[in-house]
């Protein structure tokens, strides 16, 4: 009797908390992830709110799930206590801003008094420390010193300084307009990046993982090198709809890798296929990652065009990777799975409607419904949320269907809350180039190193966003280097989209890109091997993927698949025969003596039907 007790109330326990990662999480963080979450999809269709309600609420939200929740509950007890303290002050600043802001308004950006000029102090810092502890110190440190820049540039002489500002204006700019950390970027986190990050916590929830494995195992595990072409596939399956790279790493990794090393692949060469394959999915469509969203507002073109745009070139970073794959396999002769690891059209059949489903609804709503973004991503995430009543085996449960909720919103919570970090600091980068003009320094500082060819501009530009991404998120990266070097290459010819999409390439790259390089962090700790050969093979599986985005510049009817869909096929089929020559080159085929021949004219045969057809 006492034993059935226990049982029960373990049980009712339980509904009111749920394990992830090793971490619990109770009542209060429930009720938490539901509020973000709910105000999130609330917020889809709630029609005209201000800005400055559903920005400061967008990061209020946030706040406690970087400074007291997930890692923050784990860290030492200072951590956590200057962590409520931060909560607290964000929290107060934020609800200071809603409840004030017809007044606010009516400021006109300048802020009134000494105890306002504290509170935006407050705010900044509360963001810079947010994002110290979401992403680490790189992104807060470049905010800061664009900050110091703001107050201190009118020093400066010459043509990099600026002619001063009053703080009121500066500080009020920042933090009562949509000027800085209220600006366009929050914009678009708060209303579109934040629905498909809750779409994908519902997707990881349920058995779309099984779904979308199951399919790739079917359709590539019987060639040569199958395990590492099912990683590809299973990566760029995941990858479409979560569009976060080190979330594909981790969770297609935990299958794909370990079975990789079970069938005798080196596991520095199984921790990069993963690496490089999950790095793609920021680039694939329907949802690639958080920047394209930002791309969308800051090219000021609909997002459906954008997807078009980069789906031959998302689908050539998928051939790089399996060419890359193919060739390492006629080199050390990697196997096909075993028939007996297959999964049966079958078992298939069963599992890949639950990532079709959200998949097809997405793509239908942009496709053929005048439906914004945010209701695609929230009609998927229902469809998604009802699907999660299944389990594995086919059975209903309404008991598995409540605990799957609740991994899914808390994974949503987490998530959203580090992109929402990520951005409202990067507002106040953005928010200060456009004040001071330092942008504009930047950029004629581009053109005038490159002095005015294209491809010095092009090569100084791609190194700019290797540099910055490799110690920022890629959509931090995305959106410094855009302000500064995309007006310098528009000016050399380049057109807007193109550019946009060039920095993006080379700011995502970065996530497999040495010294730091967080996919292949990841993907070496799955494996259990050091991290400097990891990189080292991504590179060289990858290497194609550095040259692609020079390839659609050189040839740009790569993007035109809306407008001349054949044009665009066939420059997609030159560059792919490019990429196989060069992944030979780099790599090297079967251990013959001729083949190892033809790899010296291999590389620049590969880069001349690139750039010379």
């Known amino acids: 009797m006492n034993e059935t007790r226990n049982t029960a109330e373990g049980e009712s326990q339980s509904w009111l908390s749920v394990e992830m990662d090793g971490q619990r999480y109770g009542a209060v963080a429930i009720a938490l992830a539901l509020l973000l979450?709910?105000?999130?999809?609330?917020?889809?269709?709630?029609?005209?709110?201000?800005?400055?309600?559903?920005?400061?609420?967008h990061?209020?939200?946030?706040?406690?799930?970087?400074?007291?929740?997930?890692?923050a509950a784990q860290a030492g007890r200072s951590a956590r206590l200057t962590g409520w303290f931060f909560l607290a002050m964000g929290l107060s600043v934020c609800g200071w801003i809603m409840l004030n802001r017809r007044d606010l308004v009516l400021q006109y950006g300048a802020l009134d008094g000494t105890v306002q000029i504290v509170l935006a102090l407050t705010l900044i810092v509360v963001v810079l420390e947010m994002a110290r502890r979401a992403i680490k110190i790189v992104l807060p440190t470049v905010a800061a010193l664009v900050l110091a820049y703001a107050f201190l540039g009118d020093q400066i002489p010459g043509r990099f300084g600026h002619g001063g500002m009053p703080v009121d204006y500066l500080l009020g700019t920042l933090t009562i307009t949509e000027g800085g950390l209220w600006g366009t970027l929050t914009g678009t986190s708060v209303d579109t990046i934040a629905m498909f990050v809750i779409l994908g916590g519902f997707i990881s929830a349920g058995q779309a993982g099984t779904g979308f494995m199951a399919?790739?195992?079917?359709?590539?595990?019987?060639?040569?090198?199958?395990?590492?072409?099912?990683?590809?596939?299973?990566?760029?399956?995941?990858?479409?709809?979560?569009?976060?790279?080190?979330?594909?790493?981790?969770?297609?990794?935990?299958?794909?890798?370990?079975?990789m090393k079970r069938l005798g692949y080196p596991p520095q060469l199984a921790a990069a296929t993963e690496a490089v394959a999950s790095t793609g999915g920021q680039i694939l469509p329907p949802v690639m990652g958080a920047g394209i969203f930002?791309?969308?507002?800051?090219?000021?073109?609909?997002?459906?065009?954008?997807m078009v745009a980069a789906l031959l070139p998302a689908i050539l970073f998928f051939l790089a990777a399996w060419f890359g794959v193919h060739v390492y396999a006629l080199r050390i002769d990697l196997p096909a799975l075993p028939r007996s690891a297959m999964p049966g059209w079958a078992a298939v059949s069963r599992s890949v409607p639950f990532f079709l489903l959200p998949f097809?609804?997405?793509v239908g709503t942009l496709a053929f419904t005048s439906y914004?973004?945010?209701?695609?991503?929230?009609?998927?995430?229902?469809?998604?949320?009802?699907?999660?009543?299944?389990?594995p085996d086919g059975r209903l449960s309404l008991a598995g269907w409540y605990r799957r909720t609740l991994v899914a919103i808390i994974t949503a919570a987490q998530q959203v809350s580090i992109i929402a970090a990520v951005i409202i600091c990067a507002g106040i980068v953005?928010?200060?180039?456009?004040?001071?003009?330092?942008?504009?320094k930047l950029t004629s500082l581009i053109l005038s190193a490159s002095g005015g060819h294209l491809w010095m501009a092009l090569l100084l530009t791609a190194l700019a966003a290797l540099v910055l991404g490799m110690e920022l998120p890629t959509t931090?990266?995305?959106?410094?280097?855009?302000?500064?070097?995309?007006?310098?290459?528009?000016?050399?010819?380049?057109?807007?989209?193109?550019?946009?999409?060039?920095?993006?390439?080379?700011?995502?790259?970065?996530?497999?890109?040495?010294?730091?390089?967080?996919?292949?962090?990841?993907?070496?700790?799955?494996?259990?091997?050091?991290?400097?050969?990891?990189?080292?093979?991504?590179?060289?599986?990858?290497?194609?993927?550095?040259?692609?985005p020079l390839g659609f510049i050189a040839n740009p009817a790569l993007l035109q698949l809306a407008t001349e869909p054949l044009a665009a096929l066939a420059t997609m089929a030159q560059i792919a025969l490019g990429l196989w020559l060069i992944s030979f080159a780099v790599i090297g085929g079967a251990r013959v003596r001729l083949w190892e021949l033809l790899r010296v004219p291999a590389l620049p045969v590969g880069l001349g039907v690139i750039f010379l057809l």
């Open 37 to 57: 979450v709910g105000f999130h999809m609330w917020n889809a269709f709630a029609g005209l709110i201000p800005n400055l309600i559903t920005r400061p609420a």
């Open 372 to 391: 914004t973004l945010a209701y695609a991503a929230v009609f998927a995430t229902v469809v998604t949320w009802a699907t999660l009543i299944f389990e």
């Open 294 to 306: 930002v791309m969308a507002e800051l090219v000021r073109m609909p997002y459906t065009d954008i």
């Open 430 to 440: 953005v928010g200060v180039f456009n004040m001071t003009g330092l942008g504009v």
């Open 476 to 548: 931090a990266a995305y959106v410094i280097c855009a302000s500064v070097a995309v007006p310098a290459l528009v000016g050399l010819g380049v057109p807007d989209l193109y550019a946009h999409l060039f920095v993006f390439w080379y700011a995502l790259l970065c996530t497999i890109t040495p010294p730091v390089c967080g996919n292949v962090f990841i993907a070496a700790a799955i494996a259990q091997t050091p991290w400097l050969p990891v990189a080292g093979n991504s590179m060289r599986l990858g290497v194609g993927l550095f040259v692609v």
């Open 215 to 259: 399919f790739a195992t079917q359709l590539a595990g019987r060639t040569r090198a199958g395990a590492a072409k099912v990683a590809i596939l299973s990566s760029a399956f995941y990858g479409s709809i979560s569009g976060v790279a080190a979330a594909n790493t981790a969770t297609t990794g935990m299958i794909t890798i370990p079975a």
């Open 59 to 71: 990061l209020a939200l946030a706040l406690p799930w970087i400074f007291v929740l997930g890692a």
């Open 360 to 362: 097809s609804i997405l």
